[in-house]
């Protein structure tokens, strides 16, 4: 059993460019939740997604976006980068329902400058 | 909207010794859960322990356990016998089981927590 995997690990990018974060999500896992980072601070929810479709989303502009495919893996995408973008981005990865466990990648490290 | 408050930004304790974790939270909810999460250098944060509010018996797990007062809605972390392996960020984390709600965890700020040999 693989455990949740992204890509890139780490990235940088330059203010108002476009970049795609990925999150391959733990075998038999369904439901997939994306998280920001600050430097120093907890994870910030970004949304979820379950069977391709977004369930929920938390205080982020419409630039932050996402996709879920059919295998589950899934996709973050940040149009018009700014420098407060600089951070982690976690994905987590559960089956649906709210027993059970989510599990969550190594992230990727998003430096926008 | 729900809140987790963990004021500590930073604690260090012996190699052996006991350290408890402070966290706070703020809810109208009546069903939820709570957890402590782990974040090492390596960045992979791996859960440590879970609590149900319906549940008034605290959380254990080996060295870890948790004590989980829901009237004062306080939920702080018991680490004994600190390994230097247990050397990383913990975080406080609150999800909902409001039926319809996702799966959705609020994290508190974090505690760095060092461990002296």
């Known amino acids: 059993e693989t455990g949740v995997t992204q890509s890139p690990t780490h990235l940088i990018k330059t203010r108002g460019q476009q970049v795609t974060l990925r999150c391959s999500s733990q075998s038999g896992h369904n439901t997939v939740s994306w998280y920001q980072q600050a430097l120093g601070q907890g994870p910030q929810f970004i949304f979820q997604?379950?069977?391709?479709?977004?369930?929920g989303r938390g205080n982020f502009p419409p630039r932050f976006s996402g996709l879920q495919f059919p295998n589950y893996s899934s996709e973050l995408n940040v149009n018009a980068l700014e420098l407060d973008d600089s951070a982690l981005y976690l994905c987590?990865?559960?089956?649906?329902?709210?027993?059970?466990?989510?599990?969550f990648g190594p992230g990727t490290r998003l430096t926008v400058t | 909207a729900q809140t987790v408050t963990q004021s500590q930004p930073e604690m260090s304790v012996q190699e052996a010794e006991t350290v408890t974790l402070s966290c706070t939270y703020d809810t109208s909810e009546s069903d939820y859960y709570l957890f402590w999460y782990k974040q090492p250098p390596s960045r992979q944060m791996i859960l440590v322990i879970r609590?149900?509010?319906?549940?008034?018996q605290n959380a254990t797990e080996n060295r870890f356990s948790v004590n989980f007062q829901k009237a004062a809605k306080s939920f702080s972390l018991k680490i004994s016998d600190s390994q230097l392996g247990d050397a990383a960020m913990y975080f406080c984390a609150y999800r909902s089981r409001r039926r319809g709600a996702n799966s959705k965890l609020t994290f508190g700020k974090g505690i760095t927590l060092s461990v002296r040999p």
């Open positions: 987590a990865s559960s089956p649906f329902g709210d027993s059970y466990e989510q599990y």
């Open positions: 609590q149900e509010a319906y549940k008034q």
């Open positions: 997604y379950y069977r391709e479709e977004e369930n």
